[in-house]
């Protein structure tokens, strides 16, 4: 039997979820630049951790310097090393040129000139982001690593879970539907719980110089915006010229390159007004149902023809608590960045894939792009589209999920 007082271990876990003092808690911060990263970094020195900030070099941005609107680019580089002199805290830029260059840039252009829609910020969170720079972070002795994105992690009874940011409006969730759980288990998102003004207003509290600074837009890699010009430096023949023909067969007109396209768009078609063959009565307006690559074909219809209710997803990543090949469940699930939830059934398979059936038809759902599931706030996981065809809405079981938008904007171009 124990005598004398008793003395009971209570574990102190930090504002990380660490059982470590702040001081003796290495966290690396991925500095881009920006007003959020660098908020992060502050919020984090002023809490007494050990940080290290680091800032990735991903492509030449010699050309960049001074343009404003994109990340990584040299005057981004400058403004972290600003952040960190101000903060106090080591700063170190990493070349990733050649590792970015192989697993987002080649793979962009590539998906691009095979008619998808690709999103190459998704690319860079799995590879360059999650995958290369927290190996990076382990090496350098770190206990976690921290970034800016608007993404709440929540502990759930099975570890951590990932859930859309407080502020709808700047939620990053669709983008991170790529991070596994072994990645999840070192990364933490600050900024999750906090609207944007409220970030401005610390960054002006920490007297941060890029306080005032703009937020990204563009891809970083494509100046101006000109995607069609990117690929076609990189895929000379995506840019051949070929046919531009309606569903129905009919010859329309020609195009310069199936690249300057997308699944939904309506302008820049220059084929005119045109009339139904039976009827003579005005068509109406026609929007691009689909792209060809092997016979270098711009597909095109009227809008009805671009609805979907079943797609068709590969590469999965799971991050839901169950999720057995062929089970039904119930989602809420977002086919671009931009769009409300729609309800759905989602069934995976045992071949890293699932098929979505949506309650209602999604339009201008473009391969390339991103289908992101959701059970209520919580990102259960995601995958590649690869095929969006029409079919009969399935009969859905409860009202679980929030409801398709009635607005849902057609795809264009990220």
């Given at each position: 039997?124990?005598?004398?007082?008793?003395?009971?271990?209570?574990a102190?876990?930090?504002?990380?979820?660490?059982?470590?003092?702040?001081?003796?808690?290495?966290?690396?911060?991925?500095?881009?630049?920006?007003?959020?990263?660098?908020?992060?970094?502050?919020?984090?020195?002023?809490?007494?951790?050990?940080?290290?900030?680091?800032?990735?070099?991903?492509?030449?941005?010699?050309?960049?310097?001074?343009?404003?609107?994109?990340?990584?680019?040299?005057?981004?580089?400058?403004?972290?090393?600003?952040?960190?002199?101000?903060?106090?805290?080591?700063?170190?830029?990493?070349?990733?040129?050649?590792?970015?260059?192989?697993?987002?840039?080649?793979?962009?252009?590539?998906?691009?000139?095979?008619g998808?829609?690709?999103?190459?910020?998704?690319?860079?969170?799995?590879?360059?982001?999650?995958?290369?720079?927290?190996?990076?972070?382990?090496?350098?002795?770190?206990?976690?690593?921290?970034?800016?994105?608007?993404?709440?992690?929540?502990?759930?009874?099975?570890?951590?879970?990932?859930?859309?940011?407080?502020?709808?409006?700047?939620?990053?969730?669709?983008?991170?539907?790529?991070?596994?759980?072994?990645?999840?288990?070192?990364?933490?998102?600050?900024?999750?719980?906090?609207?944007?003004?409220?970030?401005?207003?610390?960054?002006?509290?920490?007297?941060?110089?890029?306080?005032?600074?703009?937020?990204?837009?563009?891809?970083?890699?494509?100046?101006?915006?000109?995607?069609?010009?990117?690929?076609?430096?990189?895929?000379?023949?995506?840019?051949?010229?070929?046919?531009?023909?309606?569903?129905?067969?009919?010859r329309?007109?020609?195009?310069?390159?199936?690249?300057?396209?997308?699944?939904?768009?309506?302008?820049g078609?220059?084929?005119?007004?045109?009339?139904?063959?039976?009827?003579?009565?005005?068509?109406?307006?026609?929007?691009?149902?689909?792209?060809?690559?092997?016979?270098?074909?711009?597909?095109?219809?009227?809008?009805a023809?671009?609805?979907?209710t079943?797609i068709?997803?590969?590469?999965?990543?799971?991050?839901?608590?169950?999720?057995?090949?062929?089970?039904?469940?119930?989602?809420?699930?977002?086919?671009?960045?931009?769009?409300?939830?729609?309800?759905?059934?989602?069934?995976?398979?045992?071949?890293?894939?699932?098929?979505?059936?949506?309650?209602?038809?999604?339009?201008?759902?473009?391969?390339?792009?991103?289908?992101?599931?959701?059970?209520?706030?919580?990102?259960?996981?995601?995958?590649?589209?690869?095929?969006?065809?029409?079919?009969?809405?399935?009969?859905?079981?409860?009202?679980?999920g929030?409801?398709?938008?009635?607005?849902?904007?057609l795809?264009?171009?990220?």
């Amino acid at each position: 039997m124990l005598s004398g007082p008793l003395h009971l271990y209570c574990a102190v876990m930090n504002s990380l979820g660490i059982d470590k003092a702040p001081a003796a808690t290495r966290v690396v911060v991925a500095m881009s630049g920006g007003v959020d990263s660098s908020v992060v970094a502050a919020l984090l020195a002023e809490q007494g951790y050990d940080v290290l900030g680091v800032t990735l070099q991903l492509y030449d941005h010699g050309a960049a310097i001074g343009r404003k609107g994109a990340c990584c680019a040299g005057q981004d580089i400058h403004d972290a090393r600003q952040v960190a002199d101000r903060l106090g805290v080591p700063h170190y830029v990493l070349d990733y040129e050649e590792r970015f260059r192989r697993d987002v840039i080649e793979p962009f252009a590539a998906a691009y000139a095979q008619g998808e829609t690709p999103i190459p910020c998704v690319a860079c969170n799995r590879t360059a982001k999650f995958r290369d720079l927290l190996a990076t972070a382990r090496d350098l002795d770190a206990d976690a690593m921290a970034t800016g994105h608007y993404v709440r992690r929540v502990m759930g009874p099975d570890g951590p879970e990932l859930h859309r940011a407080a502020d709808a409006d700047r939620d990053q969730s669709y983008f991170l539907f790529g991070t596994t759980r072994e990645q999840l288990a070192m990364l933490h998102f600050p900024l999750g719980g906090l609207p944007k003004a409220e970030v401005r207003d610390l960054a002006r509290r920490f007297g941060l110089s890029n306080a005032a600074k703009p937020d990204s837009q563009d891809i970083c890699f494509v100046p101006n915006g000109s995607y069609a010009r990117v690929v076609e430096r990189l895929r000379p023949g995506a840019a051949e010229p070929g046919e531009i023909v309606h569903t129905d067969g009919r010859r329309l007109g020609r195009h310069d390159g199936i690249i300057n396209y997308t699944v939904g768009q309506r302008r820049g078609l220059n084929i005119g007004g045109r009339k139904d063959p039976q009827t003579g009565e005005d068509e109406g307006a026609l929007y691009v149902v689909r792209l060809d690559p092997d016979t270098r074909r711009v597909v095109v219809g009227p809008r009805a023809a671009l609805g979907a209710t079943i797609i068709n997803v590969a590469n999965v990543n799971w991050l839901g608590s169950h999720g057995a090949a062929g089970q039904r469940m119930d989602v809420s699930a977002k086919l671009r960045s931009t769009h409300h939830p729609s309800s759905a059934a989602l069934f995976l398979d045992d071949q890293g894939g699932a098929r979505l059936e949506l309650v209602a038809p999604e339009y201008g759902v473009a391969p390339g792009q991103a289908a992101v599931f959701y059970d209520g706030d919580r990102l259960l996981g995601g995958g590649d589209i690869k095929r969006a065809d029409p079919a009969l809405p399935y009969a859905p079981r409860s009202a679980a999920g929030t409801s398709p938008s009635a607005n849902s904007r057609l795809s264009s171009r990220p």
